[in-house]
Each structure stands twice: as C-alpha cells, then as structure tokens.
C-alpha cells in the first residue's frame, strides 16, 4: 500500500507539473520581429511538448536548460525572456522534424535566433538606399557605357587541374571570349607556392582576360569564398562557376537572354524539393522561422553557377553575404542549410527581388559497369530546356591516377623489411631511415581506378544521360542517393537510380549520340597537362 501511495502522489505532482507549464505556456507570446529596436534577451531554457508540434501539450519532466543539446526528433521551442520588460517569448519552435539528424540545437543561442530577422532587416534596409553600391561598381557614366561582364571562379589547391580545363574547355573548345576574375585564399597558395605560379604565368602567356584576386580576410572559408568574390568582384554582370563545372557552349548569350535582362538574376534548381530533400527543407523546417518567411514550395537552389547583375541586386546581395558571415552561423551549426547553395534564393525571396528559376530539373550524367549505373555528374539547362552546364560534384577531375588512402610509411617499412627477408638477412626488424625513404619515393600507393585506352588518368565517366521526361510532371521527379558497390568504389555517391529505365518517369541517352560527346576526352586532356603544374613542382595530389 505504501508503494502504490508514492506512486499516486508522484502521477499527482505529475500532473501538477503539466497543469502549471500548460498555464504558463498560455502567458508566452510570439516573438515581435517586426520591431525595429533590438531587445536585450536571455535564454530561460526548453520546453517539451507532445504530438510532435510546439503546440502541442507540455511534457515538463523533458524540459532541459539552455546549455543542453535537444536530441532528433524533439519538439517543443525555447523560452527567452526581456532583460528589460521581463516579457517572455517562445522562439526556435520545432515540430519533430523541424532539424536533421546531424545539427546541433541549443537554446543558449535563442537570444540571437530571435534576433536574427530584425539584424538581416536592417542589412537590407541600409543596402536598399539609393547611394549604396556595392564594392567595385562604377558610378553610373552619363553616356550608358555597356556593363562590365564575366566569369567569376574561386580555386583552391586541389582543384587547380579542374578549373585550368575549363578556362582551356571555354577558350579553346567554346569560343568563349569573356574575362574571369580567379578568386583564391593566399593561405592555401603558400602551401603550392610553384604551382600556383604556373597557373599565373599560364595565364598571362596564353590567355589573357584572366585576373586573379586574393580573398585576404582571415575566415572566409569554403563556401563563404563564393560569396565572398560575387560580392566583391569587379564585374558588374557576373556569371560564375564552380572550378569543377563546365559549360557545354559558349554561356555568354546568357548576359542577353530574355529571363536575365527581365529579371537580373537568373538560379538553378538542385535534386531536391519539399517532396523529396536531403536537407530538410519543407514546410516543417526551422529555417522558416529563422528566415521570417511563410514556406515556400519549390526547388531548392544549386549553387554550381549563377548568373547575377551585381548593380541592380546589391540589397540582395548584401542580404546573402550578412546571412553568411553573421556569428553564430545558424543555418551551419542546425544544419539548417547546405552551404551556400540556398542563400541566394532565401535572400531575394526575402526582399521580393526578381529573378528567373530555370524550370527544366537537373538530368543526371554517369557511368554504366554492369547494368549499375552512377550518377555523379548534374546536368543544367538553359531556359529553353537544352543542356548548358556539366557540374561533376561528386567526382572531381583531378588530371593525376586516384590513389587509395594507405599509410605510406607503414607500407613502406613492411615492403623495406619484405625485401631484407628475401635477401635472408639476419636483421630484418632493423629498417633504416634509408629504407624506408627509398621505398616511398619508389611505390606509390595503388590507384582506385582502372586505366583508360587513351591513357589519361581521370576516369570516363560521361556515357549515359538520364533526364525527366518531357510528358513527366515536375512532382514525378524525384532522385536517390545510393552507392554502387562493387561496381563502383566504396564510398563513391551516386544519384540518379541504380538501374536505367527504373522509372517510367525518366528517358536515357548515351552520350555518344550527343553533340558534346568528345568534350569529356578533351577536359580530362586539359586537366592531365593542368596537373603538371604539381608534377613540376614536386607535389603530389591525393
């Protein structure tokens, strides 16, 4: 009897709990994002709710304090209070799906997640005046002298055979006469100091038009540098490009086509949409709230080139660059967005700027090893709905053999000390510096892939072309990401379907029929010689 008394008085204060946190719950209101002056907030911790929705009913005994990671699939929001008016507020309010597996989520940054809209607010606002420009835009000549268009890049060490063959595939191939501004961090040079020297002198001999800029501000890294060179570049018209994305035909006609010169801007979709999304982006996202904007249905932006008039864009512009470098990143540490590949388009979304979404959903190109087919390269269009763009994002050109990751120096003292064995010496434990040196400089470690007939080292891997159909409706499209093994390596992602024809709702073409058929054979030629700025300097590229 007393055991069944503790746990009656323990259901009581239970149920106590839920009716007090329900009542307070009822006190708490929207945070005010419309108000212009910022509010000096503290963070009171979480609340749990029931039913997978921050509405619905508390679950105290799950409260936790702001320090405390919210583990996947939580719901609840968390509660900050006005150091000033002693107001309280519920914010970050999440629905069980509302962040991924893989972000972080704490209420000890709700003050600033609270914050964050009325900061991105006045950003713009101080943008949208009619004296502001953006760094390196002219004033406006009197005599309407045409703008200054071009190709933006950023290169980094290992991508510099990539982004060599496709300033050769523009050049050469394409005809494509625009100027690029090379964009590149000086830290990550000093690390191939000869090599990058080459490039340098590469340009100036042969191609001219080619700039290369410096990204000197410490922290921009990885995709901030992107946005770093859009919003400093010295065109006013800017096309750019990753350095592993190439175009099928000279993209200058894009500066005149008829969706840029309407609208300023024109983007690309990615793989995913609100029914099918790799990122979490759908109606339950936490990047709504965060972002001040209803859910919007629709593709989400790839990055891999975009098409932007810097003058008429530039309170956008400054938008997206606040939304990348504001700390604490919170698109980063909630895993909330990918990069930067939706900044842009959350960016004009939020201040109802202009801009052209290409309607026609990114085909898949790969490779076909018995039956299995890999998908690792997208495949955009042009507004007409034909083949523009080849982005191998996920399997760089290199120009040098793919080599396993071994532990060179382990592999050598075993095949150092092998050796000692076969020639029956009496010390074989006993390796030398020496030995093991030599057996490093002798062996490399194996390649991954196969050699190919014409003897150059990056794999084919453009022979099918898997894109929607035309009868197909865009909610029919939908990609997976899979591996192949063993068909392909071990860790190799794919996308697209594993077999050809295993959805009524795509069409397969080989790419031999196509009239770009050869301009794989020549990148990985042009990334073979690119990769000679390494071999000349001594480095070898894993």
Avoid at 84 to 110: L, N, P
Avoid at 370 to 391: I, P, Y
Avoid at 503 to 508: D, K, L
């Amino acid at each position: 009897m007393e055991f069944l008394h503790k746990i009656n008085a323990s259901v009581e204060r239970d149920e106590a709990a839920i009716l007090e946190a329900e009542a307070h719950a009822k006190t708490l209101k929207p945070f005010p994002v419309w108000e212009t002056k910022l509010r000096r907030l503290r963070c009171i911790g979480w609340s749990a709710t029931d039913n997978c929705s921050p509405d619905g009913s508390r679950i105290p005994s799950l409260d936790e304090p702001c320090n405390k990671v919210i583990p996947f699939g939580a719901s609840g929001y968390c509660e900050v209070q006005d150091k000033d008016t002693r107001e309280r507020f519920r914010v970050m309010q999440r629905y069980c799906s509302s962040v991924r597996d893989v972000g972080k989520f704490r209420c000890s940054e709700a003050w600033d997640f609270a914050l964050f809209p009325q900061k991105a607010r006045e950003a713009a606002r101080k943008a949208q005046n009619r004296n502001f420009k953006l760094p390196n835009i002219a004033p406006k000549p009197s005599h309407q002298q045409e703008p200054r268009d071009g190709i933006v890049m950023v290169v980094y060490p290992k991508l510099l055979a990539s982004a060599y063959a496709t300033i050769r595939a523009l050049r050469e191939l394409l005809g494509c006469r625009l100027p690029i501004e090379l964009w590149f961090r000086p830290q990550e040079m000093k690390l191939f100091p000869e090599a990058f020297t080459q490039l340098q002198e590469w340009s100036s001999q042969n191609n001219g038009s080619i700039t290369f800029r410096e990204i000197g501000e410490p922290g921009v890294v990885g995709f901030a540098t992107k946005v770093f060179a859009i919003y400093y570049s010295f065109f006013e018209r800017l096309l750019f490009l990753d350095a592993d994305n190439v175009p099928v035909r000279d993209p200058s006609f894009l500066f005149e086509s008829p969706e840029f010169k309407e609208s300023g801007a024109v983007f690309w979709p990615d793989f995913w949409h609100p029914g099918k999304t790799i990122f979490n982006i759908q109606p339950h996202s936490l990047i709504w709230e965060l972002l001040d904007l209803p859910f919007i249905s629709m593709f989400e932006q790839e990055s891999g080139q975009l098409l932007v008039d810097r003058r008429r864009h530039s309170a956008p512009l400054e938008l997206v660059k606040f939304y990348t470098f504001h700390r604490p990143n919170h698109f980063d540490k909630m895993k909330l967005a990918h990069g930067d590949k939706d900044l842009f388009r959350f960016a004009w979304l939020k201040l109802g700027a202009s801009f052209h979404m290409i309607e026609s959903p990114p085909a898949v190109a790969g490779k076909v090893v018995n039956r299995s087919f890999c998908g690792m390269t997208m495949v955009q269009h042009d507004a007409q709905g034909d083949v523009l763009f080849l982005h191998r994002n996920s399997h760089k050109l290199m120009g040098t053999p793919r080599r396993k990751a071994v532990n060179m120096k382990a592999a050598a003292i075993r095949r150092a000390r092998n050796k000692r064995l076969r020639m029956k010496m009496a010390e074989a434990d006993r390796i030398t510096r020496g030995d093991t040196e030599a057996e490093l400089e002798d062996t490399p470690s194996p390649t991954l892939e196969a050699p190919e007939p014409d003897g150059y080292p990056d794999m084919v891997i453009w022979t099918h072309l898997v894109s929607l159909k035309n009868t197909s409706r865009r909610s029919d499209y939908r990609i997976r990401t899979y591996e192949a093994f063993p068909d392909f390596e071990n860790g190799q992602n794919c996308y697209g379907q594993r077999y050809l024809n295993q959805s009524i709702h795509f069409v397969t073409q080989e790419f031999a029929n196509l009239s770009y058929a050869g301009l794989e054979t020549e990148l990985r030629r042009f990334a073979q010689e690119g990769a000679r700025f390494y071999e000349q300097a001594g480095i070898t590229i894993r």
